[in-house]
């Protein structure tokens, strides 16, 4: 593939310490790379210096010719007074003024009678038609609404004023005009942040899918797993490149570091060897020899091994809990809304046994956070009761870390109240287990960051000694590493765990149970973790609770059939039922149902005969119910998406032969589609 961008020996100060040493990469057209490092290691300065927002010390930045760059920050301001759609169309203003001056051009050609201004106008209108066809430039409406929808905003969106919407709705506007631009390289900050399920997996599939060259900045491992085929490990300054997504950089990071580190040990044993050899010759009889080893010395000092570039980990871990009764929670029936007539959850029933690690899943306002408070007695249920269970000690972790006192220093703010005896020392050193160092235990609370705050927290949370940890978005603002840590220390706590996470890599490591709260106030229990839950959905065997009425009309939006989309709204749970019913079934139905109306004469009906009125058309396929078709479709469509998934796992990664097979699984399912495809049209032209 073509270079398109080149970057060589880029420097950057902020202070004493550089950000960027010495960053040198290329990048290939098409090419999809994770850009990944710890918090604070320059990932945002290298982009922005990429973008044209920022100038570096040193170093180069060469583009191919023509090549353009569209930039997603992590903040971005828009200020306007334009609607949602307006403000997206800016996105496409060269496109919309080519089609501009295409429509003047087509009216001056209707108008003139000059044969060498009309050969003149006719070249030029061709060469803007091609280049508007080029662009698919005749379909711009669809296009721009195909991504607002996408991303997230419905129908009755597209006419608020942008200055009313939030941050988070900012983000995703500004999200959408880059995708519309359609650069030749994506710069993207956490891209992901403020997307709900959908318009997350939406974005996944759009950026595997575009042509366009990407380099991705993410905290969710999941997505950069789903997106990306090479990942740059950006830290101390340098540049790592490794191919693969992130679950394949993990293993050859790990791989490369236990070469690295054996390497570096051997250099520094010769060094030390050669100097203890020196010291202990230089004058004796072997000083020959020693002269020998200086010269040999200096010669590996000239070209010292680099250290290993190991990322440490923050031993995260909490203590060993004390022990509970057998059942932790128990709810019956349990109910709350704020809206009348619209509860969030409604009899709601489940238990949850020492141990055992619960993750809450639902899309957003379905009521989990709702469903914590009313566990830890802080809101009244509507109906239903909670019961907890013998010698609970409940940790609970709030997502807006409210549990810190922003005016103490790190250090006190961490004091639980039921420990009275507990030192500075002791509580240094907790802090050091969770990755705050020397003076950031000495600072204010309030001078932390969001990755340094979220620490503290859970820093505090083990110095309570809960032996029940309540966990609600316990991995916001961590680094990938520190998101590891906090997996490994929930993983290896004895107690038991209930959490709330939009992380899906986090919840696949972490819970063995799920809770599953559906829009509609319904919900469901699973023993399994977000791999399962997954798989149940694609099997038809669950229904999906993130298939809300909006995410529907956005994807009806997005090309699937609205007879699909309405016959899902009328029956959520239908469409994951396999279409096994029969041909001959429904034919019986039919037959009955005409025998059963009183006052008439039944005649049968010849359903499958070519020479009914209606049907003179022979019929290739069998009679099968259009909706029925649809249903099929979509769950054979959603077995395919499982099984890319699949194709992402590292284990499944590394056996070539269940790679081959689920790839002529996935060949002999599309081959299918194809031919309920032609079913479908079939049904639709013929069925009465």
């Known amino acids: 593939m073509e270079v398109i961008l080149t970057v060589e020996h880029l420097r950057k100060h902020f202070s004493a310490d550089p950000v960027l040493v010495d960053v040198s ?55 306007s007074n334009q609607t949602v759609l307006d ?19 087509a009216n001056k050609l209707a108008q003139t009678t000059n044969q060498i201004e009309l050969i003149r106008l006719s070249t030029q209108y061709d060469q803007i038609h091609e280049s508007l066809q080029h662009h698919d430039a005749y379909h711009l409406d669809y296009r721009i609404e195909k991504i607002l929808h996408g ?35 994506m710069l993207l900050d956490e891209p992901s942040n403020h997307l709900d399920l959908p318009a997350t997996e939406w974005l996944e599939n759009f950026l595997h899918d575009t042509t366009a060259a990407v380099i991705l900045v993410s905290h969710d491992r999941y997505f950069l797993d789903r997106v990306t085929n090479r990942t740059l490990e950006l830290f101390h300054g340098t540049v790592d490149d490794y191919s693969g997504n992130f679950s394949k950089y993990s293993t050859l990071k790990e791989e490369r570091l236990t070469v690295q580190t054996r390497t570096y040990e051997k250099y520094s044993e010769d060094v030390e060897k050669a100097k203890e ?14 002269e020998d080893r200086r010269k040999k010395l200096e010669r590996l000092l000239e070209t010292p091994a680099s250290p290993p570039r190991k990322i440490e980990t923050p031993p995260m871990h909490f203590n060993k809990p004390s022990r509970t009764g057998d059942i932790v929670f128990r709810c019956e029936k349990l109910s709350k809304g704020f809206v009348q007539g619209k509860p969030l959850f409604q009899d709601l029933t489940f238990a949850i046994e020492r141990g055992q690690r619960w993750a809450i899943l639902g899309p957003n306002g379905c009521g989990k956070t709702t469903l914590l408070r009313c566990l830890l007695n802080e809101i009244t249920p509507d109906s239903g009761q909670s019961f907890h269970g013998q010698g609970l000690k409940i940790g609970y972790f709030d997502q807006q870390l409210h549990v810190l006192d922003d005016s103490m220093q790190v250090v006190d703010a961490i ?5 009275k005896i507990f030192e500075e020392p002791a509580r240094r050193s907790l802090l050091g287990l969770f990755g705050l160092t020397g003076d950031q235990q000495l600072q204010t609370v309030a001078s932390l960051s969001g990755g340094q705050r979220c620490r503290a927290a859970l820093a505090k ?24 840590a906090l997996e490994k220390a929930i993983r290896d706590f004895e107690g038991t765990v209930l959490f709330i996470s939009h992380d899906r890599y986090f919840v696949d490591r972490v819970a063995d149970h799920l809770l599953i709260i559906q829009p509609n106030a319904r919900f469901k229990t699973l023993e399994g973790n977000y791999s399962t839950f997954r798989y149940m959905v694609s099997k038809g065997l669950m229904a999906d609770p993130f298939l809300t009425d909006a995410y529907l009309d956005r994807k009806a939006a997005a090309g699937v059939g609205k007879s699909m989309v309405s016959a ?64 099929e479709i979509f769950a054979r469509e959603t ?8 194709l992402l796992r590292p284990e499944i990664v590394r056996d070539g032969e269940r790679t081959k097979a689920i790839h002529l699984e996935i060949k002999a399912e599309q081959e299918k589609i194809a031919t309920l495809y032609e079913h479908w049209e079939e049904a639709n032209e013929l069925n009465w």
């Open 151 to 185: 991303v997230g905003f419905a129908d009755d969106e597209f006419t608020k004023p942008v200055s009313a919407l939030s941050g988070g709705e900012i983000n995703r506007l500004n999200l959408a005009q880059l995708l519309l631009e359609e650069p030749d390289i």
């Open 639 to 646: 077995q395919i998406m499982a099984w890319n998934e699949d």
């Open 461 to 484: 949370l083990s110095a309570e000694d809960a032996n029940v940890l309540i966990l609600d978005e316990p991995t916001n603002h961590l680094d990938l590493w520190a998101r590891a």
């Open 415 to 419: 004091r639980p109240v039921n420990k």
């Open 568 to 631: 899902i709204k009328q029956n959520p749970n239908r469409h994951h039922k396999e279409p096994l019913q029969k041909e001959e079934h429904w034919k019986n139905q039919q037959r009955n149902q005409q025998q059963n109306q009183p006052g008439k004469t039944t005649k049968t009906i010849p359903l499958d005969s070519t020479q009914t009125k209606k049907d003179k058309k022979v019929r290739k396929f069998p009679f099968r119910k259009i909706h029925e078709i649809e249903e």
């Open 277 to 290: 050899f020196i010291r202990r010759n230089h004058y004796g009889m072997k000083a020959a020899q020693a």
């Open 25 to 79: 990469f290329q990048l290939r057209a098409g090419d999809k790379v994770g850009l990944v490092g710890p918090n604070g290691c320059g990932k945002t300065t290298l982009l922005n210096i990429l973008a044209g927002r920022e100038e570096s010390e040193k170093g180069t930045i060469n583009k191919a010719s023509g090549t353009s760059i569209g930039y997603l920050e992590q903040r971005p301001k828009i200020s």
């Open 87 to 105: 403000e997206a169309k800016l996105a496409l203003a060269p496109l919309l003024k080519m089609q501009h001056e295409a429509e003047i051009l």
